[in-house]
């Protein structure tokens, strides 16, 4: 039996007038539904929201934990196999001849952006710092939480969550977008990954569910980020001088826990206000416009920074955890990538604490890497097309996951070394998480001039705005890509408006039921569906592949021209 070509035609219907002209009116709508149900629920109900997110997410990790940590290693191992197998890794994410639109400076400035830059300032200094407190080596007996010789346990964990596993989970969604949507001339959007397994029955109701997943997915993982970017926005505020939007370090809720500076309801409104409504100005521009000059400058400022903590703060001290925690690291990833803790259901006990700081970390990160999935994998598709498989691979994965590095060994290392042998005692590890790096900063320059601190803090507070406003439209931008059943031409305002003030309400409505806690519970539940679809993606990716490589053997083209597409089956 000869070898047909590839599918090249999957029809989507989309409304040809009217408000939703252009858009598939199944995903839009059902997806503008179960968001703003989320959004009542969560702002009319908040209490009762919380407590059932709260069991949720233990049922959750109960019985999911080990799913999410096996998923991720094999994200991790299909993409560095697919980069070292030579008949995919040579493959243009195009047309054979097709040169990439963005420069190599650009190209990182968007992935690195728009993928993890935000969590930089949040976690490059929170994150070593809470596992040199307490990881699963201090919990064992191993190391002492606080102490010299816990740093590169710390280094290890941390290098864990921000390293291959989150880069994989984006590279994999998107390969599988620019692969059937840049050689097939399938839509751009979710379901065409998963052509070679379900073939045109991915036009109808199947189809919809899965472009569905994506958005809900993409919503909540986009909120996870937010919402900590919200939290230390307000921070940045409140350190620049702006009061009245964060509690004092000594307020309690009504639960009587301390909060510790966290922001308050006034400010999380404030905070949304400035940035969904930049980002949205910066959607109305498009890729090519304002999220391209967004990137670059937060580029620059980022660079900025890092330098500061690699010049001014401490330099060894971040050198050897860099290079040390990269050995620890790569000696420790298959251990790390596939073993699962398992409780005994007995409070206190060695077993039950390994597992719940699993289900605390690894779990919560996986799960939000795959939530952010669908935004950070179509996007990186868009404007990676004209690049090799391999390319791809190493600059998705590779390098992101070492400037991640560098973050954390430079940044978290003044941290750690100003609390171990600066005099910081406490001013540092004492803060909330949203509040370390500024208080690193404040920290180091205080004493020389209170104007050069403050200088500082306004250009972190500069820095992470554009991080957060370059997320934020970018993923405004994707979900209507996913609803125009992948049509990347510029969209109606009124869609832009309203996906920019959904994503701001889901923010503030689970800010408000029960903080950060309540994203990250909504966005576990929402990334789980998504995770069995990223699965079926690497199946569906490697089978794609080695079609084609026997239809070259054969003499059957493989990439298709959009304009002439034919509608064979897989």
Known sequence: MSLKPPLSD?????????????????????????ISLLVVWCIVWPIQAGALLGDWNSVILANFAAWYIWVVAAFVIVCLGLALWPAAGRLNLGTPDEKPEFSNFSWFSMMFGAGIGVGMLTFAVAEPVAHFGSNPETIQGITTGGEADNVRMAYKWSFLHWGLGAWACYAIAGLSLAFFSYRRGLP????????????????????????????????????????????????????????????????????????????????????????????????????????????????VLSILLLGFFILFGATFFGASAFFLGIWDYVTALPSMSFNVFKSDGVADSEAFKLAQWQGWWPVFYWAWWIAFAPFVGLFLARISRGRSIREFVLGAMIVPSLMCFVWFSWAGGTAIDLELNGGADGAI????????????????????????????????????????????????????????????????????????????????????????????????????????????????LIKAIWNDGRREAAGVATTIDPDTATMPAE
């Open 429 to 540: 590890f004492g803060v909330a998480n949203s509040d370390k790096i500024f208080a690193v900063t404040s920290f180091m320059l205080e004493p020389i001039s209170q104007w050069l601190s403050w200088g500082m803090a306004v250009m972190i507070v500069v820095l992470l705005m554009t991080f957060l406003v370059t997320s934020a439209d970018s993923a405004v931008l994707i979900v209507n890509t996913i609803n125009a059943a992948g049509d990347e031409g510029p969209k109606a305002r009124p869609h832009i408006l309203f996906w920019g003030a959904a994503l701001a309400f889901v923010v503030g409505g689970l800010l408000i039921s029960g903080g950060t806690g309540a994203i990250q519970t909504a966005m576990v539940i929402g990334a789980l569906p998504f995770s069995i679809v990223m699965a079926l993606m690497c199946i569906s």
């Open 10 to 34: 999957l029809p989507i219907k989309t409304a040809d007038s009217g408000f939703y002209r252009g858009f598939s009116i199944n995903v839009t709508v059902i997806s503008k539904i179960i």
């Open 188 to 299: 751009l959007t979710i379901r065409s990954g998963l052509t070679p397994l379900f073939g045109k029955a991915l036009s109808g109701p199947l189809g919809h569910v899965i472009d569905i997943v994506a958005v809900v997915a993409t919503i909540l993982g986009v909120a996870q980020t937010l919402g900590f970017g919200v939290e230390q926005f307000v921070a940045g505020l409140t350190r620049i001088g702006i009061g009245g939007l964060a509690y004092a370090p000594d307020a309690v809720n009504a639960a009587g826990e301390s909060l510790n500076g966290s922001a308050t309801t006034f400010g999380i409104i404030v905070a949304l206000i400035v940035i969904m409504g930049a980002s949205t100005l910066s959607a109305l521009s498009g890729v090519g416009k304002g999220i391209k000059w967004l990137s670059n400058i937060n580029m």
